[in-house]
């Protein structure tokens, strides 16, 4: 049981690069959410997903786009990578039946 | 929307002393709080929750309180140990909002960075 998984763990993209940031989780969970976590800023809300095939905007959604590509993976698109989406990304599930929000390891990114 | 504010943003105290991170919250009508922890360079963990129909909880060496007419809340960790530095984080979240059904949409602090020093 691996939790979530985020793929890559550190990437460096040059201004208007695109790129797609994986996540899948095998707890069978519905929802799926991706972060970002810049110093002072604590962690914000990009979208979320709440169950396959939904997906909405949260705090941040500007720059961004994401696909709920079933159950278990959820991505994160940059069509144009800008400097200020220089960041930490964590991806989280979590299920009603809990209450924790479950985390991947998060992926670096740094736009040039 | 929610907003919840976190201080102090840093903390050093000394390892076997209490340490103290409080939050305040907007929303009148969130009813869950939970605290993650983040240890450098790691991923956030739950460490303790509480809900509004609950004025204190404690595991361990780890309570959260809970003031609701203040809309306050607040993380108390006794006997600290040098494990305990971390960056900690409060959220908040009205589970009872329809839109908030099904998924833990949270609201989260700006996060309190925890120094134990020996």
């Known amino acids: 049981n691996a939790g979530v998984t985020q793929t890559p763990k550190f990437q460096v993209l040059k201004t208007g690069q695109s790129m797609t940031l994986q996540c899948a989780q095998d707890m069978n969970h519905n929802s799926m959410y991706w972060y970002r976590q810049d110093p002072g800023m604590g962690l914000r809300l990009i979208y979320y997903s709440a169950s396959e095939g939904t997906t909405d905007k949260g705090e941040v959604p500007n720059g961004y786009n994401v696909s709920r590509l079933n159950k278990r993976e959820f991505s994160l698109r940059l069509e144009s990578a800008a400097p200020s989406q220089t960041s930490v990304y964590f991806c989280?599930?979590?299920?009603?039946?809990?209450?924790?929000?479950?985390f991947g390891p998060g992926t670096r990114l740094t736009v040039l | 929307g929610e907003n919840v504010e976190q201080h102090p943003s840093t903390l050093s105290v000394q390892e076997g002393d209490s340490a103290v991170i409080k939050c305040t919250y907007s929303d009148s009508a969130s009813n869950y709080f939970p605290w993650y922890k983040q240890e450098l360079g790691k991923r956030p963990q739950l460490i303790i929750d509480i809900r509004s129909n609950v004025g204190e909880k404690k595991d361990q060496r780890i309570a959260v309180t809970l003031n609701k007419t203040a809309k306050h809340f607040s993380l108390h960790i006794t006997e600290t140990q040098p494990e305990d530095s971390a960056v900690y984080f409060c959220?908040?979240?009205?589970?009872?909002?329809?839109?908030?059904?099904?998924?833990?949409?949270?609201?989260f602090g700006t996060g309190t960075r925890l120094t134990i020093i020996p």
């Open positions: 989280a599930s979590s299920d009603p039946s809990y209450n924790e929000q479950f």
């Open positions: 959220a908040a979240i009205n589970r009872l909002n329809p839109s908030n059904f099904g998924n833990e949409k949270l609201t």
